[in-house]
């Protein structure tokens, strides 16, 4: 089990509570996925650029197109760089993935007896145990990336979003990569908050003009 496939499982097992946004999801698992990169010795971190290394040898069909993707001539691509190219569609990627391979269903039910709805449900898989026991645990990386894009459950976290600090208690690099995370998630959040913004000067000064 990569950290990628661990996050995104969490985050459906974790959406009772305020929906996790695709986009700050995206940018999660792109760099879960550096980090399953570093452990397989497929690239290093260096300063804030990715540097490729072999091939790994995986079954993941998205680790794997990961790694492809990497840009393999100097001076490489900032960890920021990889977060919103690879990053762009990725939550997605991972649903019809573990959809194709029936770990995920669409539950569909109907409401007031005319309009049908879907809510995506987790099966009971191995995969799913070990993510759920690697939640429990409160493992430090899978943590930190939950908590950049919202997912706690009632844990205490700081005003950064870390539920703790991680310093002490993973390497530079990693920590490199979780950093540029939260900047990304941080980013694209103000992002939206200002198109909603100026949708609502657009509307104030369309009542003002009489429309």
Same mark, same amino acid.
């Given at each position: 089990m990569t950290i990628s496939r661990d996050l995104f499982l969490v985050s459906v097992d974790m959406s009772t509570g305020r929906p996790v946004e695709r986009g700050e999801l995206s940018l999660a698992l792109a760099g879960a996925e550096v980090i399953d990169l570093m452990d397989a010795r497929a690239v290093l971190v260096e300063d804030d650029r990715l540097v490729p290394g072999d091939r790994?040898?995986?079954?993941? @069909?998205?680790?794997? &197109?990961?790694?492809?993707?990497?840009? @393999?001539?100097?001076?490489? &691509?900032?960890?920021?760089?990889?977060?919103? @190219? @690879?990053?762009?569609?990725?939550?997605?990627?991972?649903?019809?993935?573990? &959809?194709?391979?029936?770990?995920?269903i669409q539950e569909r039910h109907r409401r007031w007896k005319v309009f049908q709805s879907s809510r995506t449900v987790l099966t009971d898989s191995p995969d799913r145990r070990r993510a759920a026991s690697r939640w429990a645990s409160d493992e430090p990386v899978l943590a930190a990336l939950a908590a950049a894009v919202g997912i706690q459950d009632g844990r205490t976290g700081d005003d950064d979003g870390r539920t703790e600090d991680t310093s002490d208690t993973v390497s530079d690099a990693v920590e490199t990569v979780l950093t540029e995370v939260e900047d990304a998630v941080a980013e694209l959040v103000a992002e939206r908050q200002r198109r909603v913004w100026r949708r609502e000067e657009a509307a104030e000064e369309n009542r003002r003009r009489g429309y």
């Open positions: 790994p040898a995986t079954t993941d @069909r998205l680790l794997a &197109e990961a790694a492809s993707s990497l840009v @393999r001539r100097a001076p490489y &691509e900032t960890v920021a760089d990889w977060l919103w @190219r @690879r990053g762009r569609g990725l939550a997605a990627a991972y649903l019809a993935d573990l &959809e194709a391979e029936g770990q995920i």
